[in-house]
């Protein structure tokens, strides 16, 4: 649960980035951002992946793919669960508790198929490397969200798994 959570966070604080930025330095529009971050965050998995040309064209409509589909769970997922639980009865607390456990069986499953797919287009050993990349990208960009003014204090601590 506590990986879900941090997942949960991390996916807002990405969100956030480029409106933490805007503000910070005046006013940039948040899409440029958003794809100024993207266009970082191939560069660097690309790099730290070592993909070859041929690779990356076979693995970027995949992993693109890949993420949509990871970032549509995880937005139901946010939706699922309430901001408090008074007002809600026991039977529509459990059943919450339940789609989302659905759901995260639905995340672990889609990460099964794409790694199985991935390992047709990139070595098994590219596809560990790219999870890792994944997570030193996120503590990247935490990092310097974090020394942006404007972020509360501690805003990224204890993300650092």
């Known amino acids: 649960m506590k990986y879900v959570l941090r997942g949960a966070l991390l996916l807002w604080l990405l969100a956030a980035l480029p409106t933490f930025e805007a503000l910070a330095q005046g006013g940039l529009r948040r899409q440029e951002r958003l794809s100024q971050l993207e266009n970082a965050r191939i560069a660097y998995l690309t790099e730290k992946v070592a993909l070859t040309t041929d690779q990356a064209q076979k693995f970027w409509p995949l992993y693109n793919e890949f993420t949509a589909k990871r970032r549509d769970l995880n937005r139901r997922l946010r939706q699922l669960r309430p901001a408090s639980t008074d007002g809600l009865s026991d039977q529509q607390i459990k059943e919450s508790l339940n789609q989302s ?61």
């Open 101 to 161: 456990f659905v759901l995260r069986q639905q995340e672990i499953t889609l990460e099964k198929e794409y790694f199985e797919r991935f390992q047709r287009v990139i070595s098994v050993r590219q596809v560990g490397r790219l999870a890792l990349a994944e997570r030193q990208f996120t503590k990247e960009v935490l990092k310097r969200v974090a020394g942006r003014p404007g972020l509360p204090a501690g805003a990224a601590d204890g993300l650092d798994e």
